[in-house]
Structure formats: C-alpha cells, structure tokens
C-alpha cells in the first residue's frame, strides 16, 4: 500500500518561484521556439531569482539491480525539484510518464511537466507527483 506524502512547505515554495519563473519566459517570448531556447531563457530567469538549480541532470537508470542506461532531467531545482520542459502541440500521458520514471529513480516526489508551446500558459503546465515507496 502506497503512503500519500504531502509536499513540505519548502517544495511547495520552490514549486511557486519556478511556476512564476517559467510564467515569465512564456509571457516575454511566446510559443514557437526549440526547447533548448526555453531551457536557456528559464535558467536565466531563475539565475536571477537566485534559485539554485542545475541542467541536464544525468539519472542512472537500473534494472534489477544493474546500470542499463541514463535518462537527463531538463533541470533539478534545489535539488529536490524536477522540471521537464517540452515543446510539443500537446501533452501526452508519455510525457507524464517520462516524468514518473524521473520520479521513481530520483526518489523525488513531484516534478513539473512545462509545454511552452501553448497559447496559455496554464494550459501547459502540469504537477506530476509519485509516492508509490518513496515513505519506505
């Protein structure tokens, strides 16, 4: 049986910052450009928010027990925070997938899932949160 953990506080206000961050980049360039342009601009606006984050994260996958490859996170946010960044006409359950499999590995309980080609920015992005063993 799966134990609900409630994100603490401090997630929840690095949740915010990077929510108003990622606001700020999708309000001042508008959809239409490669991801990369949003990773960019977003480690920018967080650098100047003085939000310690890093890019690129390399995630050893295992399975049963031995190294079968590596995933990248787009960025690890105060080292407990994933934000997996897309450019796609719409989110997908593989997209939300991709960040469980990030959450699994990493023992991290929430991530946000930021498509900055919509027309709105609430209509791009999601929390994905696993709980599944992380209380274990």
Do not use: W
């Not at 990622?22 to 920018?44: C, D, F, M, R, S």
């Not at 994933?82 to 989110?91: N, S, T």
């Not at 997908?92 to 498509?115: D, E, V």
């Amino acid at each position: 049986m799966s134990k609900f953990i409630e994100p603490d506080p401090e997630l929840e206000a690095l949740v915010k910052v990077v929510v108003d961050a990622a606001y700020e980049v999708h309000h001042t360039l508008g959809p239409g450009y490669q991801e990369k342009v949003y990773e960019e601009a977003l480690a920018v606006e967080l650098g100047l928010r003085d939000i310690p984050f890093a890019r690129q994260v390399v995630v050893p996958v295992s399975y049963k027990g031995r190294m079968v490859g590596e995933g990248r996170l787009d960025l690890l946010i105060g080292g407990r925070l994933i934000v997996e960044l897309k450019v796609v006409d719409k989110l997908l359950p593989l997209h939300t997938a991709q960040c469980i499999s990030y959450l699994k590995a990493t023992r991290n309980p929430l991530a946000l899932l930021i498509n900055f080609n919509s027309a709105l920015f609430k209509y791009g992005i999601r929390r994905v949160v696993y709980t599944k063993n992380l209380a274990s």
